[in-house]
């Protein structure tokens, strides 16, 4: 079956860079959240988006941002990286109608 | 607000035996769901078990069964004949019926030692 595919699966960037992360989401999954997870860090709540509009924010620092384009995809845009941004970034989809989510299996964003 | 409390960082059990992972929420929400995940050392977030809070009857998936009590806003995650591939960390999660989003609690860690 498909999964939520997320890419790229490991990323280095420099301080102060910018990165794109992506993921595509299950077939027919209109909802897609996006969580950002620490070293030894419980997951935290960055953004969703349901059928292309945003539908709820968490902890999003401003120099990130987020969409979800017309084929359901979505990137998060982070921008003016920090060393405290280093961490595994989940992506992940929920279908209408069904309160459960399925993960992709991460990007992990190393800030030097 | 909606909160997740796992109080146990740690836990270790014996392969074959029985183990209970506790967690706790508070919500003033009626109708929610629950559910635990399961991240192994790949840290692939895997969903073990998810339960409806409108249905009493706890939810059970093989080996996996949880004790629901809404009164009392805890889910605790009992592993039956626990096995090596279930070294994992294990996070209770939370959302509201017409959330947006899961809260997590802060996980904890189970070893399964052989």
């Known amino acids: 079956a498909a999964g939520v595919i997320q890419s790229p699966r490991h990323l280095i960037k420099e301080k102060r860079e910018t990165a794109t992360l992506k993921c595509y989401p299950i077939p027919r999954h209109d909802t897609v959240y996006w969580y950002q997870q620490g070293p030894g860090q419980d997951p935290q709540f960055l953004i969703s988006f349901y059928e292309k509009m945003q539908s709820d924010k968490g902890s999003i620092p401003d120099r990130f941002s987020a969409q979800q384009f017309s084929d359901y995809h979505s990137e998060l845009n982070m921008s003016s990286l920090e060393l405290g941004d280093s961490a595994l970034y989940f992506c992940a989809s929920s279908p209408t109608g069904l309160t459960e989510a399925f993960f992709g299996q991460g990007t992990r964003l190393t800030v030097v | 607000a909606q909160t997740v409390t796992q109080s146990q960082p740690e836990m270790s059990v014996q392969e074959a035996e029985t183990v209970t992972l506790s967690c706790t929420y508070d919500?003033?929400?009626?109708?929610?769901?629950l559910f635990w995940y399961k991240q192994p050392p790949s840290r692939q977030m895997i969903l073990v078990i998810r339960q409806e809070a409108y249905k009493q009857q706890n939810a059970t998936e093989n080996r996996f069964s949880v004790n629901f009590q809404k009164a009392a806003k805890s889910f605790s995650l009992k592993i039956s004949d626990s096995q090596l591939g279930d070294t994992a960390m294990y996070f209770c999660?939370?959302?509201?019926?017409?959330?947006?989003?899961?809260?997590f609690g802060t996980g904890t860690s189970l070893t399964v030692i052989p």
């Open positions: 999660a939370f959302m509201i019926d017409t959330g947006n989003q899961f809260y």
């Open positions: 919500t003033s929400e009626s109708n929610y769901y």
